[in-house]
């Protein structure tokens, strides 16, 4: 009796699995309700699928700086003293320049014990300190001037000069309809090539933006006065590319 009421249940649980891989094929052809129908049918749709990628390229109107001063002496708090008059400098500098307040903040700023190895054992030579701002320059026009001007003034290295538009949305939108009549202009030459008819846009996907920003690599500026007062920073800002991907479906007969 426990045989017949196992086997039972084998052909019961074969019976269920069966039912859950038709189920699966079925719905993996990914049908459509058709709501006209009053018995409820389930009918398959043929549709395509296209893409569009498309881009613009735009002049920056913003650059990010970093700049900063490097100071070491044998004691660690006249180190600090030096930078932080050297820094002072450098702001009220960007400041005589137009850069608001707001625009310049603290990045890094680290003060660390150097030594040397002499005679199998390491000295302490004295202390290293570094303080690096981050600039913000709402004119990119401006930014050779700034680091000139800033060197000047005491900072000795500088690093990223990175360029950027402030409003990278309206850019996002234009290079999003380029994108998109780029997928309506595929999809309506493979309905035309394959001998198809476009019937309705049934999905719209849209992909993540992607801004190619402008940069700079690092800066170092000392020995820089030797190149005399006319000395100036050579920077050219170029365009920064932003661009957008749609994916849209359609159905066809």
């Not at 360029?163 to 035309?192: H, N, S, V």
Request: aromatic fraction near 8%; include cysteine; proline fraction near 3%.
């Amino acid at each position: 009796m426990t045989n017949k009421i196992l086997m039972v249940a084998v052909i019961v649980l074969a019976v269920a699995c069966i039912g859950l891989s038709v189920g699966s094929i079925f719905l993996k052809d990914t049908p459509v309700v058709n709501v006209t129908n009053p018995e409820n049918v389930y009918v398959k749709e043929n549709i395509i699928t296209v893409s569009g990628t498309d881009k613009v390229s735009v002049k920056p109107d913003v650059a990010y700086i970093n700049v900063g001063v490097e100071t070491f002496m044998k004691d660690p708090k006249a180190a600090q003293q030096e930078n932080a008059k050297i820094m002072e400098k450098i702001i009220n500098k960007l400041k005589a320049m137009g850069v608001e307040e707001k625009d310049i903040q603290t990045s890094n700023y680290h003060v660390y014990p150097q030594y040397n190895y002499v005679g199998n054992k390491n000295v302490l030579e004295g202390y290293r300190v570094n303080n690096t701002v981050r600039v913000t320059v709402r004119d990119v026009q401006k930014v050779g001037d700034i680091l000139s001007n800033v060197h000047e003034e005491g900072a000795n290295y500088s690093y990223g000069v990175y360029f950027g538009i402030l409003d990278q949305e309206a850019a996002y939108r234009d290079a999003l309809k380029k994108a998109i009549d780029q997928a309506k202009a595929r999809a309506e030459l493979i309905a035309q090539q394959s001998g198809a008819k476009l019937k309705k846009l049934v999905a719209v996907y849209e992909g993540s933006a992607s801004v190619q920003p402008y940069y700079r690599d690092y800066v170092r500026m000392e020995g820089i006065e030797k190149a005399g007062a006319d000395w100036s920073v050579p920077i050219s800002e170029g365009e920064i590319e932003v661009a957008a991907t749609v994916t849209l479906v359609y159905t066809i007969e």
